[in-house]
């Protein structure tokens, strides 16, 4: 039912009537992967995802208005799921009034409304409010093997950041407080919690007082 999309400029992509853009969908492929939905050897759709570690974002997802309400747009989502066992933290957003996409995400493919970006709380780094009224929606799945081994990348990547911004690198300090600000960190802390990490990992990036120290001797 998937199949990959390999050019960001494909005029099959989106088909007449379709209610997303072009510019759109060309700026989501820009930043993600992005995958035709096929029916009947005809594409229907489209998905663009992006995907880091252990965590997942569904940039665009879309289903031709004629092939609505034939569970395509749901066959698409578990597919998904199923490409990339590793990812246990799937993150969308979706306009408050889009009451068609809200059901699909919430009701339908079990996503969770955790925020609602507005002019009195913004999203991060979105300076221009182009995320005004939106929702923020996250599904967080069980922890899996392939999970763990994204983890373990991740908490071997900051624990060579830490190793280097030890010369008071202001890019290596900024890189460590965001992720010890992030969820990612505290996922990565649980893990280690629950014994499923490696002994023999050196994990002094998820000491509670490693990181803090380092950016408080540099004064951030």
């Excluded at 998937?2 to 050019?7: F, H, I, T, V």
């Excluded at 983890?151 to 008071?168: D, L, P, S, V």
Aim: hydrophobic share 35%; net charge negative.
């Amino acid at each position: 039912m998937l199949s990959k999309n390999s050019g960001v400029r494909d005029d099959h992509f989106e088909e007449d009537g379709e209610i997303i853009s072009h510019d759109t969908i060309s700026d989501s492929i820009d930043d993600g992967t992005a995958y035709r939905i096929v029916q009947n050897g005809k594409p229907v759709g489209g998905v663009v995802i992006k995907t880091e570690y252990d965590q997942g974002d569904l940039e665009l997802l879309f289903v031709s208005p004629a092939a609505h309400s034939k569970g395509i747009g749901y066959a698409a989502w578990c597919a998904i799921e199923e490409m990339h066992p590793e990812v246990t933290v799937w993150s969308t957003v979706t306009p408050y009034f889009e009451k068609r996409n809200i059901h699909f995400y919430v009701n339908r493919c079990g996503f969770h409304i955790v925020e609602y970006f507005n002019e009195h709380h913004c999203a991060p780094d979105d300076e221009e409010g182009e995320m005004f009224e939106m929702f923020s929606l996250e599904k967080i799945l069980p922890t899996t093997p392939e999970a763990v081994k994204e983890q373990i990348k991740r908490i071997t990547h900051y624990e060579n950041i830490m190793e280097q911004a030890e010369t008071g690198s202001e890019e290596m300090l900024k890189q460590l407080s965001d992720y010890y600000e992030s969820s990612a960190w505290k996922r990565d802390f649980a893990a280690d919690e629950k014994g499923l990490l490696p002994k023999d990992l050196k994990r002094g990036v998820l000491s509670e007082d490693g990181i803090y120290n380092l950016l408080e001797r540099f004064g951030l």
